[in-house]
């Protein structure tokens, strides 16, 4: 899976299944981790996110699962949708004193939803 | 709301030139933050602003690279000169505080090209 220093470059998947990006985390010291979503010639898309002191978080279609004994994360899309096709990043966020909260991405995932 | 807007899209130069990036964050944002994305790569934090003074240019390559944010709004980054490996996407973000745990918001970026 795709970690913030590892990347698993793509992942395929059939349009209606679900499906589920990996991603490790390095710094126990990280409280809070965002995914984006990035297609091609745009920023990055705010997802969901996700606090240390939760194990689980749903949105729309989307759910964050978080494991902080082996630091890692993972992103499930339900029904996977062509337009669901983009690369996925996932960033921590570790806390710190004062006002610099420095978010660290991994290198991202493609997602590829096939017909 | 209206996004992170940013210009222009797209820039060629050539090495050795100067270039400039501005960014506009989402009104009301206090947080603005550059981001340097090389292909295939996770986003790169440059620098932060939090109103209009630096939180965190640790990673600004400051013999090249300036920024500024002089009334708290709006934002620009400059290279001089630029060089082969500035080949990037320059993306801009803010957030409404620094310290809570809030999502960054990302503008589309602008595509940086030397020659």
């Known amino acids: 899976g795709e970690s913030v220093g590892l990347h698993l470059p793509t992942l395929s998947v059939q349009e209606g299944d679900n499906s589920i990006i990996n991603c490790a985390y390095s710094?126990?010291?990280?409280?809070?981790f965002i995914w984006y979503k990035q297609e091609s010639g745009k920023g990055p898309q705010f997802i969901i996110d996700i606090r240390s002191n939760m194990d689980k978080r749903q949105g729309q279609r989307v759910t964050v699962l978080l494991n902080k004994t082996v630091k890692h994360l993972s992103l499930q899309i339900a029904a996977t949708q062509p337009g669901d096709s983009a690369v996925y990043f996932c960033a921590e966020n570790i806390g710190s004193s004062g006002s610099a909260r420095q978010l660290t991405f991994g290198s991202g995932t493609q997602l590829t939803v096939l017909p | 709301e209206a996004g992170v807007a940013q210009s222009p899209r797209y820039k060629i130069i050539e090495k050795r030139q100067s270039v400039a990036f501005w960014c506009n964050p989402i009104?009301?944002?206090?947080?603005l933050y550059w981001y340097q994305q090389i292909l295939g790569q996770g986003p790169k934090l440059l620098i932060q602003f939090q109103n209009n003074g630096v939180v965190d240019d640790s990673q600004l390559p400051k013999d090249r690279f300036s920024a500024e944010r002089l009334k708290g709004v709006d934002s620009t980054l400059k290279i001089q000169p630029a060089k082969l490996e500035d080949s990037a996407v320059y993306l801009c973000?803010?957030?409404?505080?620094?310290?809570?745990?809030?999502?960054?918001?990302f503008g589309d970026g602008t595509r940086l090209s030397i020659l």
């Open positions: 973000a803010s957030s409404l505080v620094p310290v809570a745990r809030q999502p960054q918001h």
């Open positions: 009104s009301g944002h206090a947080t």
């Open positions: 710094n126990s010291a990280s409280d809070y």
